[in-house]
């Protein structure tokens, strides 16, 4: 169905899946913020020769670079919130490995050396 004062196609799905439909949603809204920023879709740019083969393969390549950028700022922030907690832990006077849960058998509780759960949970 089309609406025509607007130009937006509307179609209707069924999600079985929160997180398919959350992702979809994301592609709406980030296809209405490039629509209001720019003036145009991806397709009349596209269809217009707003930009070539080499702008998008530019485009792509920037993009996937600020990715790597947010994964390593992701992963720093996480060391600094597990350092955080460690720092937490040891000042209640803990020395914290009874809260790893990966290895946990029936009632038993594994500690892990240095979080090597998966090692840890083979061996018992």
Known sequence: MMDAKSGIERKSYGF?????MNVFDKFIQRSNLGF???GRTLDSERRGKHKDLAGYLNDIQEELMDAVLYIQAAREE???LSEARMN????NGNDGLH????GEKG??????DNCDCY???KEV
């Open 78 to 80: 996480l060391a600094e």
């Open 88 to 91: 937490i832990i040891g000042q």
């Open 16 to 20: 079985r899946d929160p997180v398919v």
């Open 119 to 121: 090692r840890n949970e």
């Open 107 to 112: 009632d038993v509780m594994v500690t892990c």
């Open 99 to 102: 809260y790893c849960t990966a």
């Open 36 to 38: 209001e920023k720019y």
